[in-house]
T-cell receptor, first 108, second 114 residues
Framework: KNEVEQSPQNLTAQEGEFITINCSYS?????LHWLQQHPGGGIVSLFM???GKKKHGRLIATINIQEKHSSLHITASHPRDSAVYIC??????????FGAGTILRVKS | DTAVSQTPKYLVTQMGNDKSIKCEQN?????MYWYKQDSKKFLKIMFS???????INETVPNRFSPKSPDKAHLNLHINSLELGDSAVYFC?????????????FGQGTRLTVV
């Protein structure tokens, strides 16, 4: 079992829908990252969280340290949000351990 | 300006060859990493360097050798390439080893071994 589990693996939404991607982890962490990988392949860091909630535009990330769970929300989704969203946790030794990713497709 | 740049972006080569992938960051970060993304899009750490010193060395074949001439560069050299080495390799950097900071990724190098 992977130390970082994401759900769902695949998600198709209609433009405008509210989207939630979940991440659960089983190890002690110092921070959790949400990353976005576009079809072109590049990886962009969206958020880094160690507690609470962060918001950038239509993206919101929350983390519950006690429950070892984080969610990434996208409000008013748009086709340009289509990408792979990856949860990664920073554990001992400062290394990132990645989830398998959630493939999001937003249809217009 | 590109923060973390990798070259080449694509690399096609024959089995048995030796190849290098270069990575440079202009962010002034102390720590650099190499990650491998397999065909199922799963990312795994390979190496981490902090101020030119090897910090993390996951279980990778010793055909893979990272080299850090200075803290802005971390190159990956691969000897005797095998078919299973085909993957996308990502370089990344972050601030000091002891701090928890964001990681910035390069665009990736798609390596295809034929």
């Amino acid at each position: 079992k992977n130390e970082v589990e994401q759900s769902p693996q695949n998600l198709t939404a209609q433009e405008g829908e509210f989207i939630t991607i979940n991440c659960s982890y089983s190890v002690g962490i110092s921070a959790l990252h949400w990353l976005q990988q576009h079809p072109g392949g590049g990886i962009v860091s969206l958020f880094m969280l160690s507690s609470g909630k962060k918001k950038h535009g239509r993206l919101i990330a929350t983390i519950n340290i006690q429950e070892k769970h984080s969610s990434l929300h996208i409000t008013a989704s748009h086709p340009r949000d289509s990408a792979v969203y990856i949860c990664a946790v920073r554990s001992g030794g400062n290394k990132l351990v990645f989830g398998a990713g959630t493939i999001l497709r937003v249809k217009s | 300006d590109t923060a973390v740049s990798q070259t080449p972006k694509y690399l096609v080569t024959q089995m048995g060859n030796d190849k290098s992938i270069k990575c440079e960051q202009n962010l002034g970060h102390d720590t650099m990493y190499w990650y491998k993304q397999d065909s199922k899009k799963f990312l795994k750490i390979m190496f981490s360097y902090n101020n030119k010193e090897l910090i993390i060395n996951e279980t990778v074949p010793n055909r893979f050798s990272p080299k850090s001439p200075d803290k802005a560069h971390l190159n990956l050299h691969i000897n005797s390439l095998e078919l299973g080495d085909s993957a996308v390799y990502f370089c990344a950097s972050s601030q000091a080893q002891g701090k928890v900071t964001e990681a910035f990724f390069g665009q990736g190098t798609r390596l295809t071994v034929v």
